[in-house]
């Protein structure tokens, strides 16, 4: 087993990281922390930053345990989101029909089908730019630098550099 400078095995089959993987999905960008960061980044720019923001509550909300964190994250997401009154309200449909009383009786999924109509805004109009945008090319760019330093460079194309001279 031939491994590369940091003791890891080295394969050519490298698997996608970092902006590459960023670029095959929308879900892979927000598996991603740096992604995230990234994307959030760029949204803020487009005035839109709460779009992603919504999402990742929704997210974090999934996985609360118990009814009393449960209503306190969901009045939280409301309040944040979708009231009319909300910091950073997002544009969804059927906003109006989700009123506070569904906040007594919170359950995980509550907020899915406005989690899924921003995860379809974000997949279908603001990734597609973001894709494009200096911030994600930058980062790209710099990746890409960063692969090509001589400290990147695997064992194996040290050796081949060793047994051709």
Known sequence: EINDSEGHPSSSHHTL?????????LENLLEDPEGVKRFREFLKK???????LFWL?????????????MQEKAKEIYM????SKASSQVNVEGQSRLNE????????????????????LMKYDSYSRFLKSDI??????????????????????????????
């Open 57 to 69: 509550a929704c997210e974090e909300f999934k996985k609360t345990q118990g009814k009393k964190q």
């Open 46 to 52: 487009e005035f839109s930053e709460e779009n992603v």
């Open 136 to 165: 994600f090319l930058n980062h790209k760019k710099s990746e890409e630098q960063e692969e090509n330093s001589p400290e990147a460079q695997t064992a194996a194309k040290r050796a081949s550099r060793i047994y051709n001279t």
């Open 101 to 120: 009383t569904i906040l007594e009786t919170p359950h995980p999924l509550m907020f899915q089908k406005l989690q899924d109509q921003i995860f379809n």
């Open 17 to 25: 990281k970092g902006t590459s993987k960023w670029a095959t999905s």
């Open 80 to 83: 944040t989101f979708l009231s």
